[in-house]
């Protein structure tokens, strides 16, 4: 079992920033994959971003150039720095965990949400 906390979120005006970060614990194996994914209500979750222990990176091409995602191995910690935000950003955001068992693990999502 991976237990995902995590923090940040809030509301902002659009061109502002927010920072999210998520603490992973419990089984966690040595290849993985951590990142973020985001909902509108209604609407399909979709990838945000995610970075693997060994450096993989993939963006969302409506986040790149504007979204930075971070790890820190050691600390099993996943950030993601958020930039010249838009209102079309405003969802929430969850940190996931994945690993080659396989498992997938969720955390319980922190609002974002962007005004114009």
């Known amino acids: 079992q991976v237990l995902l906390v995590e923090s940040g979120g809030g509301s902002v005006q659009a061109g502002g920033s927010l920072r999210l970060s998520c603490v992973a614990s419990?089984?966690?194996?040595?290849?993985?994959?951590m990142g973020w994914y985001r909902q509108v209500l209604g609407k399909q979750r979709e990838l945000v971003a995610t970075?693997?222990?060994?450096?993989?990176?993939v963006y969302a091409d409506s986040v790149k150039g504007r979204f930075t995602i971070s790890r820190d191995n050691a600390m099993n910690t996943v950030s993601l720095q958020m930039n010249s935000l838009k209102p079309e950003d405003t969802a929430v955001y969850s940190c996931?965990?994945?690993?080659?068992?396989?498992?997938?693990?969720w955390g319980q999502g922190t609002q974002v949400t962007v005004s114009s």
């Open positions: 996931t965990y994945s690993d080659t068992r396989p498992r997938t693990y």
């Open positions: 419990g089984s966690i194996f040595s290849i993985n994959r």
């Open positions: 970075k693997t222990n060994t450096g993989t990176t």
